[in-house]
């Protein structure tokens, strides 16, 4: 006996819990490219309401199926949320191990002893800046999109005898 997955049709449509299988770019409104897996032989895989991709991603994705092509400009509330001044905190200059230099980008810990990655905003000879917002937070984003394959949620990785 053979192993078979099963390859659902190409009328599958994507919901939430549905495996698919995608190629993806990111941009900003510039049309400056942040990030794509088209480079990548295989499309890449994720579960739609696993957390792999932001809620606004995913909501683009309902719907379509595998042929599917969307480009999509989604406003920042639904991409990487709104710049939020209140994540900009002010630091004694003094109290970094070394001087810190603008535009780079520094890893802290938080109260719960996670990593929390802020960029130095401004330098001065007593309070250096840091914004801790997302570095595409405030963005419009473009969203472009090729459906490859869709498994309908509870179907991944059955197998047929």
């Not at 639904?78 to 002010?90: C, S, T």
Request: proline fraction near 6%; charged fraction near 30%.
């Amino acid at each position: 006996m053979t192993e078979e997955i099963i390859n659902p049709n190409e009328e599958t449509r994507i919901a939430d819990g549905s495996k698919v299988d995608l190629h993806f770019s990111v941009a900003i409104e510039n049309g400056v490219e942040i990030d794509n897996t088209r480079s990548r032989e295989e499309p890449v895989s994720l579960v739609i309401g696993d957390g792999s991709l932001l809620p606004g991603f995913e909501k683009a994705l309902l719907g379509l199926r595998a042929g599917d092509r969307r480009t999509v400009s989604l406003p920042p509330e639904d991409a990487f949320g709104p710049w939020n001044p209140e994540n900009v905190q002010k630091f004694d200059t003094v109290k970094f191990e070394q001087r810190p230099v603008e535009g780079h980008m520094i890893e802290f810990e938080d109260k719960a002893k996670q990593s929390l990655f802020g960029v130095v905003k401004t330098v001065g000879e007593d309070i250096t800046e840091v914004d801790f917002n997302h570095p595409l937070a405030g963005k419009n984003i473009t969203f472009e999109v090729e459906i490859f394959k869709v498994t309908p949620a509870g179907q991944q990785g059955v197998k047929l005898m």
